[in-house]
Every structure is written in structure tokens, then in C-alpha cells.
């Protein structure tokens, strides 16, 4: 089955820790996101792959870093800097636009990030 | 002014009923536009893409109105397994990467 995979599902974080959330997907796709959803807010974009080994900030990169080493993977790290981590993480992929279709984003099921 | 714009709702409709959603954009280039499905505590799943002419997936159908920046959901004959938060989501078109999430509508649909 092809697919997007995040873990963990759930992640506690004490305070001035960082933590490392996972990302994996097999559906060959070139272009990798990862987002940050607050209760009754809409998805903030903190930082996007286009290719393996170049990554790019999004609206809300501070207190974040990426990697991009592989096509496969696109690990987030939240680091201490970041003052209100709480939130659910979101990591996407997705294939370019063809004649006739438009770019379509895909989910990986999210990580729960609490603040111990 | 956000850049796309949702009634939170919730819509709580019963099963059987028809229901609509708006969503309005400011980016009059935008090009893009999808509506997906989330539910609670879940991640967003594509429901459909939106294109210029309309277009239906089953009891599901999304329009786009250029000249007044919206689409709208509708959504036929409800059931209760369409109880979820529908955002509607942008591509402003100014670089391939970024999509725009609605804060999304809630829709209950009661027995």
C-alpha cells in the first residue's frame, strides 16, 4: 500500500527539549510539507521540500528545522526556541501538476505534540 | 482580511437534507481550488478538486463563481457519516508549493 506515515501519533515534550517528528511516504512523490493545526484554525505552513536536499521556510518556520536527505523522508524537529509547540502536526506530499490535473496535496495521519 | 474565508458553522442538518457551503478568497489569480474532508482528530483527506466548469462526485457538488471570488459544497440527500469539518483550500497560483486552508465548516448531520 502506498502511503504517507507519521510518528509518533502522540509526543510529549518538556520544556526546552527538542523533539523530532517522523515523515515517510512511498508514493514517489518529489514535493513534501509540513503544517501546524490549531483548534479552529486552518493549516499554517512551517516548511516545504521541493526536492531532496533543498527545503524552504513556510508562514511559521521559527523554532523548526527539517532535513531532507531522502525522497522518502522529511523529518520535523521542534525545537526550545519554539514557545508554544502544543499543536497537531500535519506532513503532506504531493506529486506535480500534469496537463490537465491540478497538484494535489496529500496527509499523513498527524502527531499530537503536548507540552509537559 | 483572511485569505480564504469559512462559516465555522456548525450546519446541523438531518439525515436526508441538503446543504451548501461558501467559501470566499481574496487572491483573484488564484487558479486552484479543492475541498477536503476532516474528521475529528483526523487529517484532511481530498474530497474533490473544483474546476471552472463545476463538477459532480455523486451527492457532491463544488462550483466556482470567479467573478465573486467563492466556491461552494453542496452536499445531496446527507448522511450521517458526512458529519466532519469541510475546509476549503486555495492555491493562490503565485508558486506551486502553497495551499491556503479555510478554517474549515463544521456539519452535523443528526438521525
Known amino acids: 500500500d502506498g502511503g504517507i506515515t507519521q510518528s509518533p501519533k502522540y509526543l510529549f515534550r518538556k520544556e526546552g527539549q527538542n523533539v523530532t517528528l517522523s515523515c515517510e511516504q512511498n508514493l514517489n512523490h518529489d514535493a513534501m510539507y509540513w503544517y501546524r493545526q490549531d483548534p479552529g484554525q486552518g493549516l499554517r505552513l512551517i516548511y516545504y521540500?521541493?526536492?531532496?536536499?533543498?527545503?524552504q521556510k513556510g508562514d511559521i518556520a521559527e523554532g523548526y528545522s527539517v532535513s531532507r536527505e531522502k525522497k522518502e523522508s522529511f523529518p520535523l524537529t521542534v525545537t526550545s526556541a519554539q514557545k508554544n509547540p502544543t499543536a497537531f502536526y500535519l506532513c503532506a506530499s504531493s506529486t506535480p501538476a500534469t496537463s490537465g490535473d491540478q497538484e494535489t496535496q496529500y496527509f499523513g495521519p498527524g502527531t499530537r505534540l503536548l507540552v509537559l | 482580511r483572511k485569505e480564504v474565508e469559512q462559516d465555522p458553522g456548525p450546519f446541523n442538518v438531518p439525515e436526508g437534507a441538503t446543504v451548501a457551503f461558501n467559501c470566499t478568497y481574496s487572491?483573484?489569480?488564484?487558479?486552484?481550488f479543492f475541498w477536503y474532508r476532516q474528521d475529528c482528530r483526523k487529517e484532511p483527506k481530498l474530497l474533490m478538486s473544483?474546476?471552472?466548469s463545476g463538477n459532480e462526485d455523486g451527492r457532491f457538488t463544488a462550483q466556482l463563481n470567479r467573478a465573486s471570488q467563492y466556491i461552494s459544497l453542496l452536499i445531496r440527500d446527507s448522511k450521517l457519516s458526512d458529519s466532519a469539518t469541510y475546509l476549503c483550500v486555495v492555491n493562490p497560483m503565485d508558486s506551486s508549493y502553497k495551499l491556503i486552508f479555510g478554517s474549515g465548516t463544521r456539519l452535523l448531520v443528526r438521525p
Open positions: 487572491n483573484s489569480a488564484s487558479q486552484s
Open positions: 521540500s521541493q526536492i531532496v536536499n533543498d527545503f
Open positions: 473544483v474546476y471552472s
